[in-house]
């Protein structure tokens, strides 16, 4: 079936440095690929999306590139801030999966000042 | 354009009483999925309604359910609460129902904070 794989946490950097969260997927078909995040007490917010294979997403900074080579949706920014500590997750869309989306385990980012 | 509300936002509730949740999807979005989120097993897909209908339901006990209305509006109910129902639950919406063919992103609303005691 269908799955998610993403580094696992938690990630604790400082300020200004560089942010690479790894995602791998298995899955059949041609998913799409997102990323979401979670701000503590809060649901989740799209953060990027890539629907077909090297389209690349992004938003507010951060970046991902649909890799169907490795079946991988690496998150990447290149300077965090304090204000982007939150939980990431890595899914696949429901297009593939009879309806749901299929959700990574997350993972924690903490950014210090 | 506003996003998708969930109602209420906390609950407490007692083993052996039953919930019902609501969930107000974006307008003009017709699909909303249901998911359960805890620490233990992450985010669970409970079920997707568009057109009133069920299309999809994970594998959660009888005790779930859910409907929907001809407005979008969606609720979901637990019967018999158990200690281990205590989790995030959250909506989630999109324009067209989800499945082969659709790449629509789903929009989750903040969620609905259930601790049974």
């Known amino acids: 079936g269908n799955s998610v794989t993403q580094m696992e946490g938690p990630v604790t950097l400082s300020e200004e440095a560089f942010l690479t969260i790894n995602c791998t997927y298995t899955?059949?078909?041609?998913?799409?690929l997102f990323w979401y995040v979670q701000y503590p007490g809060e649901g989740l917010q799209l953060l990027l999306k890539?629907?077909?294979?090297?389209d690349k997403g992004s938003n507010k900074g951060f970046e991902a590139t649909y890799r169907k080579e490795t079946t991988s949706f690496h998150l990447e920014k290149g300077s965090v801030q304090v204000s982007d500590s939150a939980v990431y997750f890595c899914a696949l869309g429901p297009n593939t999966n009879a309806g749901k989306s299929t959700f990574g385990d997350g993972t924690t980012l903490t950014v210090k000042p | 354009k506003a996003g998708v509300t969930q109602t209420p936002r906390y609950l407490i509730k007692t083993r052996g009483q039953q919930v019902t949740l609501s969930c107000s999807p974006i307008?003009?979005?017709?699909?909303v999925s249901w998911y359960q989120q805890t620490p233990g097993q992450g985010l669970q897909f409970l079920f997707e309604?568009?057109?009133?209908?069920?299309?999809n339901k994970g594998n959660f006990p009888g005790r779930f359910s859910g409907r929907q209305f001809s407005n979008s509006r969606s609720e979901m109910n637990v019967s018999t609460l158990e200690l281990g129902d205590s989790a995030l639950y959250l909506c989630a919406s999109s324009k067209r129902p989800t499945g082969q063919g659709s790449k629509d992103e789903q929009y989750f609303g903040p969620g609905t904070r259930l601790t049974v005691t």
């Open positions: 307008s003009g979005h017709r699909s």
């Open positions: 890539a629907t077909k294979a090297d």
């Open positions: 309604y568009f057109s009133e209908t069920q299309r």
């Open positions: 899955a059949t078909g041609y998913p799409s």
